[in-house]
């Protein structure tokens, strides 16, 4: 997929997401809950998980050149273990 042209955004057809382009080529996404964030939280959270090459097809973030590396937060974190020996049971 293209990049996206500074000053316009583009809808994911599968996940809705905007993507919007920004002068210098670091693009920003806008989720629809939250803070806008990157094209590698993006692939972190949702793109990654596509399976079909349909699907990967319609997806806006399959170009690792634009989404770049991945970054701490990016991925959802792992829960903490729970130690549930003390409940007794």
């Not at 349909?54 to 399959?62: F, H, P, R, T």
Request: charged share 20%; with cysteine.
């Amino acid at each position: 997929m293209a990049a996206i042209p500074p000053g316009t955004r583009q809808r994911c057809a599968l996940c809705q997401v905007e993507i919007q382009g920004l002068v210098g080529g670091v693009d920003q996404v806008h989720f629809s809950q939250g803070a806008p964030s990157t094209r590698s939280k993006l692939w972190a959270r949702v793109c990654q998980y596509l399976r079909t090459d349909e699907q990967k097809a319609q997806c806006l973030n399959q170009d690792p050149a634009l989404r770049g590396e991945l970054k701490p937060g990016d991925a959802y974190m792992e829960p903490p273990a729970v130690d549930l020996s003390s409940l007794g049971g």
